[in-house]
């Protein structure tokens, strides 16, 4: 996301900043850094929350206050915020969301007129139309209930962001998802991990009741004629690691299948798969990617840059190489190379809770797994 600065931006003096900085914490000494930028050593006395608050009241003077530990010193860095111009238009996201629905529609009608078990046997009688609705309505809301995760955690934060940016692609997902945009920085590695497991786990827990709504519309059909469709290739049998572990524990919970007998799904059970498909990507403990800023908050910069490795070789490995590699190229173009989202307060502590919730993000990566199927 590109920010733009005021023309003529508020910038107090170094005399200001230092009074300013003084009448929130004990400044120890102050100067001015070979890059222009005022630092402030402070004692290390501060609190998570004492923090929180004073950067409230820096970023309303469009301040950013970033609270770094140097040779084992608190130091308070003093940058100018950078803000979007005021009346910026919302058209983009409108388009881009119309857009991506009509994509998705396009694909699920694409994909159930091109799948004859379905079309020319099990469901003859169903309008392709309608399929295609209610298959843009399955995906849209694992989608849309990610991105609103993402959205919820910035409200309670008092972050401010940006509309969707929904992202149509072709069939077969009609989808590359979508992104939200912070427009200021999470105040420590709390908001950080917040932010980046929203999205997922909201979007996780979209894909299990859209994968429970599928199982129960399914086909009971004799396994015998399975077999006769699948040498006729009309049919596939998608097993894990082509179908994800989530829907082998959740499918026997769900639905008993008579012996002699196969479930045969519908459209629905793929935009499940599609969802359990981005949630996995999502987590991915990977640079800017969701589970890149949960990496970030639990292992620091350091452990952030050796986790987004072994998510890269993951992805690898799982077959989505493209992605790596698209990712390796957004991250060097961009200039920050493997450099995460930074929180202003880099020094005081995650949470013990998030740090045990951790536990699940790993679970939903394990579960949503899914290798590369084509």
């Known amino acids: 996301m590109a920010f733009n600065y005021l023309e003529t931006p508020y910038y107090p003096s170094f005399p ?3 009074a300013l900085i003084s009448s929130k914490f004990n400044v120890l000494d102050a100067y001015i850094d070979e890059k222009g930028i005022p630092n402030f050593i402070i004692s290390p006395e501060i609190t998570k929350e004492n923090f929180k608050k004073a950067s409230k009241e820096f970023m309303k003077l469009n301040l950013m206050p970033f609270l770094r530990k140097e040779e084992n010193r608190y130091v308070i860095k003093i940058l100018l915020k950078p803000f979007e111009r005021k009346g910026k238009s919302n058209l983009l996201n409108l388009i881009l969301l119309s857009a991506t629905l009509g994509t998705i529609f396009l694909a699920g009608y694409y994909s159930f007129i ?16 309608l399929q295609a609705a209610l298959f843009t309505i399955s995906l849209f809301a694992i989608i849309g209930l990610h991105e609103s995760g993402h959205i919820l955690a910035c409200k309670i934060h008092g972050l401010t962001f940006s509309l969707p940016y929904f992202i149509p692609g072709p069939p077969p997902f009609g989808t590359f998802g979508a992104i939200v945009s912070l427009k ?22 979209a894909t299990i009741l859209i994968a429970i709504l599928s199982f129960q519309l399914g086909f009971l059909v004799p396994e015998a004629e399975v077999a006769v469709w699948e ?5 596939q049998r998608m097993d894990w690691p082509k179908s994800p572990l989530l829907f082998e524990i959740l499918l026997p919970l769900i639905r008993q299948i008579p012996q002699g007998f196969r479930l045969v799904l519908t459209q629905i059970e793929f935009a499940a798969w599609v969802g359990a498909l981005l949630t996995f990507l999502n987590i991915l403990p990977i640079w800017q990617l969701d589970g890149g800023h949960v990496a970030r908050a639990i292992f620091g910069a350091s452990g952030h840059k050796v986790a987004s490795l072994i998510g890269l070789i993951i992805l690898i490995f799982s077959g989505y190489w493209f992605f790596a590699l698209f990712l390796l190229l957004w991250m060097f173009g961009s200039g920050r ?6 929180p202003l307060d880099d020094v005081s502590p ?13 679970v939903m990566l394990i579960l949503c797994f899914i290798a590369f199927p084509f």
Not at 350 to 362: A, C, D, G, V, W
């Open 337 to 342: 190379g493997v450099i995460g989202a930074e």
């Open 114 to 129: 091109n799948t004859p078990i379905l079309k020319e046997i099990l469901m003859k009688s169903e309008n392709a139309f």
């Open 16 to 18: 200001e900043l230092k």
């Open 184 to 205: 200021s920085p999470p105040t420590n590695k709390d908001e950080l991990f917040d932010i980046g497991f929203a999205g997922p786990f909201a979007g996780f827990i």
């Open 350 to 362: 995650l949470s013990n809770s998030r740090k045990i919730l951790y536990i699940l993000s790993i």
């Open 231 to 235: 040498q006729q290739k009309l049919v």
